[in-house]
Protein backbone atom coordinates (compact mmCIF):
# COMPACT_ATOMS: atom_id res chain seq x y z
CA UNK A 1 0.00 0.00 0.00
CA UNK A 2 2.99 2.38 0.57
CA UNK A 3 4.00 1.86 -2.97
CA UNK A 4 0.67 2.55 -4.15
CA UNK A 5 0.84 5.86 -2.19
CA UNK A 6 4.09 7.30 -2.83
CA UNK A 7 3.82 6.95 -6.64
CA UNK A 8 -0.13 8.75 -6.41
CA UNK A 9 2.03 11.43 -4.63
CA UNK A 10 4.27 11.89 -7.51
CA UNK A 11 1.84 11.64 -10.10
CA UNK A 12 -0.38 14.31 -8.35
CA UNK A 13 3.08 16.40 -7.80
CA UNK A 14 3.09 16.33 -11.79
CA UNK A 15 3.18 20.11 -13.16
CA UNK A 16 0.60 18.09 -15.90
CA UNK A 17 -1.91 16.99 -13.60
CA UNK A 18 -4.38 18.86 -14.30
CA UNK A 19 -3.59 18.28 -17.77
CA UNK A 20 -3.91 14.70 -17.57
CA UNK A 21 -6.89 15.02 -15.27
CA UNK A 22 -8.69 17.08 -18.02
CA UNK A 23 -7.72 14.95 -20.72
CA UNK A 24 -9.31 11.86 -18.99
CA UNK A 25 -6.13 10.16 -18.96
CA UNK A 26 -5.71 9.85 -15.22
CA UNK A 27 -6.74 6.72 -14.84
CA UNK A 28 -4.44 5.57 -17.27
CA UNK A 29 -1.32 7.81 -15.27
CA UNK A 30 -2.64 6.67 -11.83
CA UNK A 31 -2.86 2.60 -12.45
CA UNK A 32 -1.00 2.12 -15.38
CA UNK A 33 1.88 4.25 -14.53
CA UNK A 34 1.78 2.26 -11.16
CA UNK A 35 2.31 -1.29 -13.08
CA UNK A 36 4.64 -0.06 -15.32
CA UNK A 37 6.85 1.59 -12.83
CA UNK A 38 7.29 -1.61 -10.92
CA UNK A 39 8.01 -4.00 -13.54
CA UNK A 40 10.42 -1.65 -15.12
CA UNK A 41 11.34 0.94 -12.68
CA UNK A 42 10.88 4.74 -13.15
CA UNK A 43 14.62 5.97 -13.53
CA UNK A 44 15.90 6.76 -16.76
CA UNK A 45 19.13 7.49 -19.26
CA UNK A 46 19.26 10.94 -20.35
CA UNK A 47 21.43 11.53 -23.54
CA UNK A 48 24.02 13.41 -21.78
CA UNK A 49 24.22 10.04 -19.80
CA UNK A 50 22.85 11.20 -16.52
CA UNK A 51 20.11 9.10 -14.45
CA UNK A 52 16.90 11.08 -14.23
CA UNK A 53 13.77 10.17 -12.66
CA UNK A 54 10.84 12.91 -13.28
CA UNK A 55 8.86 11.01 -10.68
CA UNK A 56 11.45 11.02 -8.09
CA UNK A 57 10.72 7.61 -7.02
CA UNK A 58 14.17 6.41 -8.48
CA UNK A 59 12.43 2.84 -7.97
CA UNK A 60 14.57 -0.17 -9.93
CA UNK A 61 11.88 -2.83 -11.74
CA UNK A 62 10.80 -5.73 -9.98
CA UNK A 63 10.35 -7.38 -13.33
CA UNK A 64 6.38 -8.76 -14.46
CA UNK A 65 6.91 -11.68 -12.35
CA UNK A 66 6.99 -9.91 -9.02
CA UNK A 67 4.93 -6.76 -10.40
CA UNK A 68 2.34 -9.49 -10.74
CA UNK A 69 2.26 -10.47 -7.64
CA UNK A 70 2.05 -6.97 -6.18
CA UNK A 71 -0.47 -5.89 -8.39
CA UNK A 72 -3.10 -8.85 -7.64
CA UNK A 73 -3.24 -8.08 -3.97
CA UNK A 74 -4.02 -4.55 -4.22
CA UNK A 75 -6.69 -5.46 -6.68
CA UNK A 76 -7.86 -7.79 -4.39
CA UNK A 77 -8.07 -5.15 -1.88
CA UNK A 78 -9.69 -2.68 -3.90
CA UNK A 79 -12.47 -5.41 -4.91
CA UNK A 80 -13.21 -5.94 -1.03
CA UNK A 81 -12.95 -2.18 -0.57
CA UNK A 82 -15.88 -1.78 -3.51
CA UNK A 83 -18.17 -4.49 -1.49
CA UNK A 84 -17.45 -2.75 1.76
CA UNK A 85 -20.12 0.24 1.93
CA UNK A 86 -17.83 1.96 5.12
CA UNK A 87 -14.33 1.14 2.92
CA UNK A 88 -16.35 2.74 0.20
CA UNK A 89 -17.47 5.63 1.56
CA UNK A 90 -13.91 6.66 2.94
CA UNK A 91 -11.84 6.22 -0.79
CA UNK A 92 -14.73 8.57 -2.49
CA UNK A 93 -14.75 11.25 0.26
CA UNK A 94 -10.86 11.18 0.28
CA UNK A 95 -10.88 11.78 -3.38
CA UNK A 96 -10.66 15.72 -4.05
CA UNK A 97 -8.70 17.54 -5.45
CA UNK A 98 -7.97 20.03 -2.52
CA UNK A 99 -5.04 19.27 -1.07
CA UNK A 100 -3.52 16.68 -4.11
CA UNK A 101 -0.22 16.12 -2.29
CA UNK A 102 -1.28 14.83 0.70
CA UNK A 103 -0.67 11.12 1.21
CA UNK A 104 -4.31 10.02 2.44
CA UNK A 105 -6.11 12.30 -0.75
CA UNK A 106 -3.40 10.73 -3.09
CA UNK A 107 -4.22 7.10 -1.81
CA UNK A 108 -7.92 8.03 -2.05
CA UNK A 109 -7.52 9.64 -5.63
CA UNK A 110 -5.72 5.79 -6.95
CA UNK A 111 -7.68 3.53 -4.94
CA UNK A 112 -10.96 5.66 -6.09
CA UNK A 113 -10.28 5.17 -10.08
CA UNK A 114 -9.80 1.61 -9.69
CA UNK A 115 -12.93 0.97 -7.53
CA UNK A 116 -14.75 2.68 -9.99
CA UNK A 117 -13.60 0.95 -13.19
CA UNK A 118 -13.39 -2.37 -11.51
CA UNK A 119 -10.50 -3.58 -13.34
CA UNK A 120 -8.00 -5.89 -12.40
CA UNK A 121 -4.40 -3.54 -11.98
CA UNK A 122 -2.96 -6.66 -14.03
CA UNK A 123 -4.97 -5.46 -17.32
CA UNK A 124 -2.08 -2.41 -17.10
CA UNK A 125 0.56 -4.88 -17.87
CA UNK A 126 0.05 -5.24 -21.04
CA UNK A 127 2.91 -4.62 -23.67
CA UNK A 128 5.02 -4.77 -21.04
CA UNK A 129 8.49 -6.69 -22.02
CA UNK A 130 8.24 -10.28 -21.53
CA UNK A 131 10.66 -12.23 -18.98
CA UNK A 132 12.56 -15.34 -20.25
CA UNK A 133 10.82 -18.22 -21.06
CA UNK A 134 13.05 -19.82 -18.33
CA UNK A 135 14.99 -19.33 -15.37
CA UNK A 136 18.83 -20.03 -16.79
CA UNK A 137 18.49 -17.02 -19.60
CA UNK A 138 23.07 -17.04 -18.99
CA UNK A 139 23.66 -21.05 -19.19
CA UNK A 140 20.59 -21.75 -21.72
CA UNK A 141 21.20 -19.78 -24.67
CA UNK A 142 18.53 -18.78 -27.09
CA UNK A 143 18.63 -20.15 -30.45
CA UNK A 144 20.47 -17.61 -33.14
CA UNK A 145 17.82 -16.08 -34.92
CA UNK A 146 18.76 -16.06 -39.00
CA UNK A 147 17.90 -12.56 -40.17
CA UNK A 148 16.90 -12.25 -43.89
CA UNK A 149 17.16 -8.49 -45.36
CA UNK A 150 14.69 -6.44 -44.50
CA UNK A 151 11.65 -5.76 -46.84
CA UNK A 152 12.01 -2.45 -48.49
CA UNK A 153 9.16 -0.80 -50.35
CA UNK A 154 9.16 -1.87 -54.03
CA UNK A 155 11.51 0.42 -55.98
CA UNK A 156 9.40 0.83 -58.96
CA UNK A 157 6.68 2.18 -56.72
CA UNK A 158 7.65 4.90 -55.06
CA UNK A 159 7.28 7.57 -57.15
CA UNK A 160 3.66 6.72 -58.19
CA UNK A 161 2.84 5.79 -54.73
CA UNK A 162 4.19 9.28 -53.73
CA UNK A 163 2.92 11.33 -56.73
CA UNK A 164 -0.66 9.88 -57.66
CA UNK A 165 -1.95 7.50 -54.18
CA UNK A 166 -2.67 10.05 -52.21
CA UNK A 167 -5.67 12.09 -54.35
CA UNK A 168 -8.98 10.30 -53.69
CA UNK A 169 -11.53 9.40 -55.86
CA UNK A 170 -13.29 12.82 -55.09
CA UNK A 171 -9.88 14.31 -56.35
CA UNK A 172 -9.08 15.70 -52.28
CA UNK A 173 -5.80 15.49 -51.08
CA UNK A 174 -4.74 14.56 -47.72
CA UNK A 175 -1.66 17.08 -47.73
CA UNK A 176 -0.49 16.16 -44.03
CA UNK A 177 -0.55 12.20 -45.33
CA UNK A 178 1.76 13.18 -48.19
CA UNK A 179 4.40 14.97 -46.79
CA UNK A 180 4.91 12.67 -43.95
CA UNK A 181 5.15 10.23 -46.75
CA UNK A 182 7.63 11.98 -48.07
CA UNK A 183 9.45 12.41 -45.61
CA UNK A 184 9.57 9.19 -44.56
CA UNK A 185 10.60 7.84 -47.82
CA UNK A 186 13.45 11.32 -48.58
CA UNK A 187 14.98 11.51 -45.04
CA UNK A 188 14.83 7.96 -44.02
CA UNK A 189 12.44 8.95 -40.50
CA UNK A 190 10.22 6.60 -38.65
CA UNK A 191 6.91 7.59 -39.45
CA UNK A 192 6.01 8.77 -35.61
CA UNK A 193 8.90 11.44 -35.68
CA UNK A 194 7.04 13.64 -38.29
CA UNK A 195 4.40 14.00 -35.65
CA UNK A 196 6.58 15.63 -33.35
CA UNK A 197 7.42 18.56 -35.87
CA UNK A 198 6.82 22.57 -35.04
CA UNK A 199 6.30 25.02 -37.74
CA UNK A 200 9.24 26.26 -37.17
CA UNK A 201 11.53 23.42 -37.24
CA UNK A 202 11.17 23.75 -41.24
CA UNK A 203 13.61 26.53 -42.80
CA UNK A 204 14.16 27.05 -46.02
CA UNK A 205 17.03 28.89 -47.69
CA UNK A 206 16.17 29.83 -51.15
CA UNK A 207 13.64 26.78 -52.53
CA UNK A 208 15.31 23.97 -50.90
CA UNK A 209 13.58 23.03 -46.98
CA UNK A 210 15.86 22.03 -43.98
CA UNK A 211 13.96 20.14 -41.62
CA UNK A 212 15.61 19.63 -37.50
CA UNK A 213 14.69 16.88 -35.13
CA UNK A 214 14.27 17.66 -31.56
CA UNK A 215 13.56 15.35 -29.05
CA UNK A 216 9.67 16.36 -28.08
CA UNK A 217 10.54 16.40 -24.17
CA UNK A 218 14.29 17.54 -23.50
CA UNK A 219 14.59 19.59 -27.11
CA UNK A 220 14.93 23.44 -26.92
CA UNK A 221 13.22 26.00 -29.00
CA UNK A 222 14.28 29.77 -28.50
CA UNK A 223 12.13 32.12 -26.88
CA UNK A 224 13.43 35.43 -26.93
CA UNK A 225 17.33 35.48 -26.07
CA UNK A 226 16.53 32.52 -23.96
CA UNK A 227 16.14 28.62 -24.69
CA UNK A 228 13.51 26.74 -23.25
CA UNK A 229 12.33 22.65 -23.28
CA UNK A 230 10.30 21.67 -25.05
CA UNK A 231 7.90 20.11 -22.57
CA UNK A 232 7.48 23.48 -20.74
CA UNK A 233 7.13 25.48 -24.15
CA UNK A 234 4.34 23.27 -24.81
CA UNK A 235 2.55 23.17 -21.25
CA UNK A 236 1.73 27.08 -22.20
CA UNK A 237 -0.28 25.47 -24.77
CA UNK A 238 -2.15 23.05 -22.59
CA UNK A 239 -0.30 20.43 -24.05
CA UNK A 240 2.18 17.57 -23.08
CA UNK A 241 4.98 16.06 -25.45
CA UNK A 242 3.05 13.46 -27.75
CA UNK A 243 5.15 10.73 -26.37
CA UNK A 244 4.02 11.13 -22.99
CA UNK A 245 0.25 11.31 -24.26
CA UNK A 246 -1.02 8.17 -22.96
CA UNK A 247 -5.08 6.90 -24.11
CA UNK A 248 -5.07 10.47 -26.18
CA UNK A 249 -5.63 10.55 -29.84
CA UNK A 250 -2.64 12.88 -30.04
CA UNK A 251 -0.08 9.95 -29.07
CA UNK A 252 2.98 9.56 -30.79
CA UNK A 253 5.80 7.41 -30.07
CA UNK A 254 9.66 8.76 -29.99
CA UNK A 255 12.23 5.77 -30.65
CA UNK A 256 14.88 8.67 -29.97
CA UNK A 257 17.54 9.98 -32.86
CA UNK A 258 20.88 10.59 -31.83
CA UNK A 259 21.58 14.02 -31.61
CA UNK A 260 17.72 14.99 -30.66
CA UNK A 261 19.10 16.62 -27.78
CA UNK A 262 20.76 19.71 -29.43
CA UNK A 263 18.38 18.98 -32.93
CA UNK A 264 19.65 16.95 -35.79
CA UNK A 265 18.89 17.54 -39.24
CA UNK A 266 17.11 15.33 -41.81
CA UNK A 267 19.11 14.38 -44.53
CA UNK A 268 18.11 14.24 -48.25
CA UNK A 269 18.80 11.80 -50.85
CA UNK A 270 20.96 12.77 -53.29
CA UNK A 271 17.88 13.24 -55.67
CA UNK A 272 17.15 16.61 -56.91
CA UNK A 273 14.10 16.52 -57.81
CA UNK A 274 12.83 14.53 -55.08
CA UNK A 275 14.30 17.37 -52.99
CA UNK A 276 12.52 20.09 -54.65
CA UNK A 277 9.21 18.36 -54.70
CA UNK A 278 9.04 17.96 -51.00
CA UNK A 279 10.20 20.71 -50.25
CA UNK A 280 7.78 22.48 -52.52
CA UNK A 281 4.97 20.62 -50.86
CA UNK A 282 6.12 21.52 -47.39
CA UNK A 283 6.13 25.04 -48.47
CA UNK A 284 3.02 25.27 -50.09
CA UNK A 285 1.50 23.19 -46.43
CA UNK A 286 3.32 25.61 -44.50
CA UNK A 287 2.18 29.18 -45.65
CA UNK A 288 -0.88 28.43 -47.76
CA UNK A 289 -2.72 25.33 -45.97
CA UNK A 290 -1.66 25.20 -42.52
CA UNK A 291 -3.00 29.21 -41.93
CA UNK A 292 -6.31 28.55 -43.92
CA UNK A 293 -7.03 25.02 -41.48
CA UNK A 294 -5.80 26.88 -38.15
CA UNK A 295 -8.15 30.11 -39.75
CA UNK A 296 -11.19 27.65 -39.46
CA UNK A 297 -10.24 26.29 -36.42
CA UNK A 298 -12.36 27.70 -32.88
CA UNK A 299 -10.69 30.60 -31.13
CA UNK A 300 -11.26 28.64 -27.84
CA UNK A 301 -9.35 25.96 -28.94
CA UNK A 302 -6.40 28.24 -28.85
CA UNK A 303 -3.04 27.43 -30.65
CA UNK A 304 -0.12 25.16 -31.05
CA UNK A 305 3.14 24.63 -32.42
CA UNK A 306 2.96 21.02 -34.45
CA UNK A 307 3.47 21.73 -38.26
CA UNK A 308 1.04 18.93 -39.28
CA UNK A 309 -2.36 19.62 -37.81
CA UNK A 310 -6.21 17.86 -38.53
CA UNK A 311 -8.05 19.61 -41.63
CA UNK A 312 -11.58 18.82 -40.94
CA UNK A 313 -13.47 17.21 -37.80
CA UNK A 314 -13.43 13.43 -37.30
CA UNK A 315 -16.64 11.95 -35.99
CA UNK A 316 -14.42 9.90 -33.02
CA UNK A 317 -15.27 9.30 -29.50
CA UNK A 318 -12.01 11.12 -28.83
CA UNK A 319 -13.72 14.21 -30.89
CA UNK A 320 -10.62 15.75 -32.90
CA UNK A 321 -11.31 18.81 -33.92
CA UNK A 322 -10.32 21.16 -37.04
CA UNK A 323 -6.57 22.37 -36.34
CA UNK A 324 -5.72 20.22 -33.91
CA UNK A 325 -2.60 18.22 -33.92
CA UNK A 326 -2.74 15.66 -36.56
CA UNK A 327 -2.87 12.07 -35.44
CA UNK A 328 -1.05 9.32 -35.74
CA UNK A 329 -4.43 7.12 -36.79
CA UNK A 330 -5.62 9.25 -39.37
CA UNK A 331 -2.18 8.52 -41.10
CA UNK A 332 -2.74 5.33 -40.95
CA UNK A 333 -5.49 5.30 -42.47
CA UNK A 334 -4.50 7.42 -45.47
CA UNK A 335 -1.71 5.42 -45.39
CA UNK A 336 -3.69 2.26 -46.05
CA UNK A 337 -6.14 3.61 -48.59
CA UNK A 338 -2.87 5.06 -50.68
CA UNK A 339 -1.36 1.60 -50.83
CA UNK A 340 -5.10 0.09 -51.63
CA UNK A 341 -5.59 2.61 -54.59
CA UNK A 342 -1.48 1.55 -56.16
CA UNK A 343 -2.31 -1.89 -56.08
CA UNK A 344 -5.57 -1.32 -57.98
CA UNK A 345 -3.85 0.92 -60.43
CA UNK A 346 -1.56 -1.32 -61.54
CA UNK A 347 -3.46 -4.62 -61.45
CA UNK A 348 -0.81 -5.97 -58.49
CA UNK A 349 -2.42 -8.00 -55.85
CA UNK A 350 0.60 -7.64 -53.58
CA UNK A 351 -0.08 -4.30 -53.13
CA UNK A 352 -3.73 -4.05 -52.16
CA UNK A 353 -2.93 -3.52 -48.41
CA UNK A 354 -0.19 -3.03 -46.30
CA UNK A 355 2.09 -6.22 -45.19
CA UNK A 356 5.32 -6.10 -43.62
CA UNK A 357 6.57 -8.90 -45.33
CA UNK A 358 6.30 -6.86 -48.82
CA UNK A 359 7.69 -3.65 -47.53
CA UNK A 360 4.56 -1.68 -47.71
CA UNK A 361 4.23 -0.35 -44.55
CA UNK A 362 5.36 2.55 -43.05
CA UNK A 363 8.97 1.59 -42.01
CA UNK A 364 9.30 -0.15 -45.72
CA UNK A 365 9.87 3.24 -46.59
CA UNK A 366 12.58 3.48 -44.32
CA UNK A 367 14.62 0.10 -45.39
CA UNK A 368 14.01 1.63 -48.71
CA UNK A 369 16.33 4.93 -47.70
CA UNK A 370 18.99 2.69 -45.86
CA UNK A 371 19.16 0.38 -48.57
CA UNK A 372 19.29 2.73 -51.65
CA UNK A 373 22.39 4.51 -49.31
CA UNK A 374 23.73 1.22 -49.79
CA UNK A 375 23.47 0.28 -53.50
CA UNK A 376 25.19 4.40 -54.23
CA UNK A 377 28.25 2.74 -51.90
CA UNK A 378 27.71 4.96 -48.78
CA UNK A 379 29.90 3.53 -46.30
CA UNK A 380 28.36 2.56 -42.88
CA UNK A 381 29.25 5.36 -40.50
CA UNK A 382 27.24 8.14 -43.24
CA UNK A 383 24.70 5.78 -43.61
CA UNK A 384 24.47 5.47 -39.28
CA UNK A 385 24.17 8.93 -39.32
CA UNK A 386 21.66 9.45 -42.19
CA UNK A 387 19.49 7.22 -40.32
CA UNK A 388 20.19 8.58 -36.52
CA UNK A 389 21.51 5.65 -35.43
CA UNK A 390 22.93 5.75 -32.01
CA UNK A 391 25.15 2.51 -33.17
CA UNK A 392 27.05 1.92 -35.59
CA UNK A 393 25.52 -1.50 -36.03
CA UNK A 394 21.90 -0.71 -36.37
CA UNK A 395 21.97 0.67 -40.04
CA UNK A 396 23.13 -3.41 -41.12
CA UNK A 397 20.02 -5.04 -40.78
CA UNK A 398 18.39 -2.08 -43.30
CA UNK A 399 20.96 -2.70 -45.70
CA UNK A 400 20.84 -6.63 -45.94
CA UNK A 401 20.89 -7.98 -49.25
CA UNK A 402 18.01 -9.95 -51.18
CA UNK A 403 18.87 -13.10 -52.56
CA UNK A 404 18.42 -12.10 -56.09
CA UNK A 405 20.49 -9.06 -55.27
CA UNK A 406 23.27 -11.67 -53.79
CA UNK A 407 22.90 -13.70 -57.06
CA UNK A 408 22.68 -10.66 -59.34
CA UNK A 409 25.91 -9.37 -57.64
CA UNK A 410 27.52 -13.01 -58.46
CA UNK A 411 26.77 -13.23 -61.30
CA UNK A 412 28.34 -9.51 -62.21
CA UNK A 413 31.65 -10.82 -60.19
CA UNK A 414 31.98 -13.76 -62.40
CA UNK A 415 31.64 -12.08 -65.59
CA UNK A 416 34.09 -8.86 -64.61
CA UNK A 417 37.53 -9.61 -65.94
CA UNK A 418 39.93 -11.30 -63.23
CA UNK A 419 43.14 -9.37 -62.95
CA UNK A 420 46.64 -11.26 -63.74
CA UNK A 421 47.69 -9.62 -60.76
CA UNK A 422 44.96 -11.64 -58.98
CA UNK A 423 46.53 -14.32 -56.28
CA UNK A 424 43.61 -16.38 -57.02
CA UNK A 425 43.37 -16.06 -60.52
CA UNK A 426 45.13 -19.18 -60.93
CA UNK A 427 42.75 -21.29 -58.46
CA UNK A 428 39.98 -19.52 -60.81
CA UNK A 429 41.28 -21.01 -63.68
CA UNK A 430 41.64 -24.29 -62.87
CA UNK A 431 38.45 -24.83 -61.30
CA UNK A 432 36.56 -22.93 -64.16
CA UNK A 433 38.46 -24.64 -66.59
CA UNK A 434 36.63 -28.17 -65.50
CA UNK A 435 33.53 -26.55 -67.09
CA UNK A 436 34.83 -26.38 -70.46
CA UNK A 437 35.26 -29.89 -70.73
CA UNK A 438 32.43 -31.83 -72.39
CA UNK A 439 32.91 -34.89 -70.49
CA UNK A 440 31.45 -32.86 -67.49
CA UNK A 441 28.61 -32.91 -68.76
CA UNK A 442 28.10 -36.53 -70.61
CA UNK A 443 29.26 -37.85 -67.09
CA UNK A 444 32.14 -39.85 -68.95
CA UNK A 445 35.42 -40.82 -66.94
Known amino acids: MGTLIDHSLAVAASPDYQIWKERGV ?42 KVLLSALTLHFRWLRDDPAASSWVQAAATDATATIPSVALGLAMELAIRKQNSLLTHLKGTKKEPSHAFPGVIRRAVKVIDAVPAFPSKYVAPFLHRAFIDEAGDVDEAAQIVSHMIFALGIRGSEAFHLYATDIQFIRDDAFIFFHHPESGKIKRASTEIMRTDYLREFGFIPRNLDEGSPFKAGWK ?46 GDHPFLFVTARRHDTPHGVGVGDPYTMSAFDYTWTQAVNRLGKRYDDPQMLA ?55 LLQEVMERPSSSKSKFRDMRMAFMSQFDDPAFFTHQR
Open 26 to 67: LQRRLLRGLARSLVSGTMQLAPDGRVVDATKLYWTGLGKRQA
Open 256 to 301: GMAGDDVGTPGFFLPIGSFRRRTSMLLKRYLFVTRPAIMARRPASA
Open 354 to 408: PEKERGTTKHGGRHFYGRFLHSLGVEGPIIQRCMHHASLKSHHVYTRLTAFEINY
